[in-house]
């Protein structure tokens, strides 16, 4: 009898282990089955910026560690603002990224007076990629060879200054740079970084400041003049072209930070697994110096890390805002 007893207890000991068992493979395998289509990577900006340019960098090799290709979709608009919508009005689904200017992405709720969603809100960090000043460049017909120059010139001649968007970060730099020197240029809006370089190169615009990934090439094509960084120590890239700050504006320091967002509702296991395979592939040599060669450093945050920046570059750009009074309707 008692060898029954202790064979039946065991009996049940299996069977409790055996559905045990049955679970917890029955569990990975719903979790192995992510992805299970196509992965659509939003770029809130035109072909060519800096957001693109690590988008199309990162994308291939992404796919490949995840085992779904990943599509680049370029949806400009507001500064970014459109294509940030949409992948934040997602919700749950797991197959929707953004890859944007972090930056711009927490300047938009203190410029537009209406947003259709909130970027704290509905979406939520994965990882943080890299970081590139912002140039200050002219047409090379532009007479002037450092910031002082460009700034007497301005109060001379009319120059048109082209911004990726009104509001931007690359706008907010010029207004900080004009309210310290005294210029007086025109700011002339585009749809992003790509058409506002397309325009200076062509002499449409006079004056330029966009991150430095995009727009290095075109200074060294000699298609356009630099005069400034905006980071706080030389780049060793153009190691001789002085910053900002070391030109009269003191401590200035401005720049894009491309990173990757998601729905607010993607599920926390699969946010860590993007986090770490985007991190480890910014990180392989051979993207680390194509980025280095265009004067973008990588720079990698965690999601945690990513939203608590988020957090403190909006109540920053916040203070920025609301010193130079722009304000925008969505």
């Not at 060879?145 to 931007?168: D, M, P, R, Y």
């Not at 003191?250 to 930070?257: D, H, I, L, P, R």
Request: contains cysteine; aromatic residues 4%; positive net charge.
């Amino acid at each position: 009898m008692n060898a029954r007893r202790r064979f039946l207890g065991q009996a049940s000991g299996l069977a409790a282990l055996g559905t045990l068992g049955t679970i917890a493979p029955m569990s990975a395998w719903a979790e192995d089955k992510w992805p299970n289509r196509p992965i659509r990577l939003v770029v809130p900006y035109p072909a060519g910026g800096s957001s693109d340019i690590i988008a199309r960098l990162i994308s291939k090799q992404l796919g490949e560690a995840l085992g779904q290709p990943i599509v680049v979709d370029n949806r400009p608009g507001a500064n970014g603002n459109i294509g940030a919508a949409m992948v934040a009005q997602q919700g749950a689904d797991n197959h929707t990224l953004l890859l944007c200017d972090v930056g711009a992405l927490a300047i938009s709720p203190s410029v537009y007076t209406k947003l259709t969603f909130s970027p704290d809100k509905d979406l939520k960090g994965v990882a943080m990629l890299a970081y590139s000043p912002h140039l200050l460049v002219v047409h090379p017909s532009v007479p002037v060879n450092n910031l002082k120059e460009l700034v007497a010139l301005s109060h001379k001649q009319t120059l048109n200054f082209a911004v990726t968007a009104i509001g931007s970060a690359p706008h907010l730099a010029g207004v900080a740079v004009q309210q310290a020197t005294g210029a007086a240029w025109q700011y002339v809006p585009y749809k992003g970084g790509a058409q506002a370089i397309a325009d200076t190169v062509g002499g449409t615009a006079q004056v330029l400041m966009n991150g430095m990934l995009a727009t290095l090439p075109q200074v060294q094509a000699g298609k356009l003049k630099l005069l400034a960084v905006s980071k706080k120590t030389r780049m060793p890239l153009v190691g001789q072209v002085p910053t900002i700050a070391e030109q009269g504006v003191a401590n200035f320091e401005s720049g894009t930070w491309q990173g990757v967002m998601a729905p607010k509702g993607m599920p926390d296991a699969i946010v860590a697994r993007l986090s770490s395979e985007l991190i480890r592939i910014i990180r392989t040599p051979e993207i680390r110096a194509q980025l280095a060669g265009q004067g973008a450093e990588v720079v990698t945050m965690t999601p945690a890390e990513t939203n608590k920046w988020f957090v403190t570059e909006e109540k920053r750009w916040a203070e920025v805002v609301k010193s130079s009074g722009v304000k925008l309707d969505a």
